[in-house]
T-cell receptor, first 115, second 113 residues
Framework: KQEVTQIPAALSVPEGENLVLNCSFT??????LQWFRQDPGKGLTSLLL?????REQTSGRLNASLDKSSGRSTLYIAASQPGDSATYLC??????????????FGKGITLSVRP | SAVISQKPSRDICQRGTSLTIQCQVD?????MFWYRQQPGQSLTLIAT?????????ESGFVIDKFPISRPNLTFSTLTVSNMSPEDSSIYLC??????????FGPGTRLLVL
């Protein structure tokens, strides 16, 4: 059974700092890995998706990497801003499509960027 | 990408009552997913809804408690029946797009007193 872990559960950094959020998963047989952002009491916003054949994806100040063999992904946030404060979740999908392709989520990392 | 809207955005309900949550997508999709996020927890899949067939429920979730409708390819409803305080959660509608990217609605924040 796939398990996704995100440690630490919470992180507080000063504005401007570059930071790395970690995600690990137990079964390397994945189809893709997705990073989401969730603001308090709100839904999820998709940030980046990495296919299993890819090593990284970039969008603006965000860079996500994937090391499937070691079961790890990182989300790198450059020059953090107070507006980046949110919970960041990673999720993996199994190597099947259709109805059996169910995401497994981590519990998320709650990031606070101090002005 | 897919744009998803949900109604209501939040509600406060009394124990024993039922609430129906609506989900509207801006494009036709085969599968729609309903998730629950209890306070301080990650997301748990409730069921997968296909148009024209019964929803498929995950372990621990039953149709009597969470009936789902899927009348067409852009719309679905989830009803939370006979509510108790343990049902207080954020309920999220989700669809899958290209490359198996998952998109989520803004969520419905439910508080049961």
């Amino acid at each position: 059974k796939q398990e996704v872990t995100q440690i630490p559960a919470a992180l507080s950094v000063p504005e401007g700092e570059n930071l790395v959020l970690n995600c690990s998963f137990t079964d390397s047989a994945i189809y893709n890995l997705q990073w989401f952002r969730q603001d308090p009491g709100k839904g999820l916003t998709s940030l980046l998706l990495i296919q299993s054949s890819q090593r990284e994806q970039t969008s603006g100040r965000l860079n996500a990497s994937l090391d499937k063999s070691s079961g790890r992904s990182t989300l790198y946030i450059a020059a953090s801003q107070p507006g980046d404060s949110a919970t960041y979740l990673c999720a993996v999908s199994p190597p099947v499509t259709g109805a059996n392709s169910k995401l497994t989520f981590g519990k998320g990392i709650t990031l606070s960027v101090r002005p | 990408s897919a744009v998803i809207s949900q109604k209501p955005s939040r509600d406060i309900c009394q124990r024993g009552t039922s609430l129906t949550i609506q989900c509207q997508v801006d494009s036709q999709v085969t599968m729609m997913f309903w998730y629950r996020q209890q306070p301080g927890q990650s997301l748990t899949l409730i069921a997968t809804a296909n148009q024209g067939s019964e929803a498929t429920y995950e372990s621990g979730f039953v149709i009597d408690k969470f009936p789902i409708s899927r009348p067409n390819l852009t719309f679905s409803t989830l009803t939370v029946s006979n509510m108790s305080p343990e049902d207080s959660s954020i309920y999220l509608c989700s669809v899958r797009g290209g490359q198996e990217t998952q998109y989520f609605g803004p969520g419905t924040r439910l508080l049961v007193l």
